[in-house]
């Protein structure tokens, strides 16, 4: 069983849909969740961090911890075309430089 | 302000050549980690180098080495080159030894035949 758990998708909405991205993970010692974002032959940006437990808005984009489930979403509203590349959660524990991905999700958003 | 910058872009090998690709961190960041990606999948930490040290190593075979230097570049060295090698090796920087903020470059694509 891998440690991060990411549904690969494709996912495909219409242009203004809210999106929920998904996350599960077995590491209890997982504090720091992060989201990043990937264009095609680009390398992965990152988005938003959450440490522990709770919310975290920027914009458009909302990021939740549930730990006690080990179980992080990614919201985003009001989705744009501009929206459409592979989302990669990723995760560290309390110490350490070691990030572990999830396998990623292919959004795409059309007009 | 220079983000982090990967060479060489692409790259083809044979089975059993030996490769080095290069990094260079966003300015001000002085940790190097290195990524392998494959083809539809996450990336999957190689190490991470800290004032010139391998400071800590994922699951990845001796064959795997790496570099940091006084100025906190860094290079990935891979020797005996396997068809399964074949992947997008990712450069990330970040400030400190254990920063989750890591900022990666575009990667380096290496094809190995």
């Known amino acids: 069983q891998k440690e991060v758990e990411q549904d690969p998708g494709p996912l495909s909405v219409p242009e203004g849909a809210i999106v929920s991205l998904n996350c599960t993970y077995s590491n209890s010692a997982f504090q720091y969740f992060m989201w990043y974002r990937q264009y095609s032959r680009k390398g992965p940006e990152l988005l938003m961090y959450?440490?522990?437990?709770g919310n975290k808005e920027d914009g458009r984009f909302t990021a939740q911890v549930d730990k006690s489930s080990k179980y992080i979403s990614l919201f985003i509203r009001d989705s744009q075309p501009s929206d459409s590349a592979t989302y990669l959660c990723a995760m560290r524990e309390n110490q350490g430089g070691k990030l572990i991905f999830g396998q990623g999700t292919e959004l795409s958003v059309k007009p | 302000d220079a983000g982090v910058t990967q060479s060489p872009t692409h790259l083809i090998k044979t089975r059993g050549q030996q490769v080095t690709l290069r990094c260079s961190p966003k300015?001000?960041?002085?940790?190097v980690s290195w990524y392998q990606q494959a083809l539809g999948q996450g990336p999957q930490f190689i190490f991470q180098?800290?004032?010139?040290?391998?400071?800590q190593r994922g699951n990845f075979p001796d064959r795997f080495s790496g570099h940091q230097f006084p100025n906190y570049s860094s290079e990935l060295n891979v020797n005996a080159l396997l068809l399964g090698d074949s992947a997008l090796y990712l450069c990330?920087?970040?400030?400190?030894?254990?920063?989750?903020?890591?900022?990666f470059g575009p990667g380096t694509r290496l094809t190995v035949t």
């Open positions: 180098y800290y004032e010139e040290e391998e400071r």
């Open positions: 300015s001000g960041h002085d940790t």
């Open positions: 990330a920087s970040s400030l400190g030894g254990y920063s989750y903020e890591q900022y």
């Open positions: 959450t440490y522990s437990s």
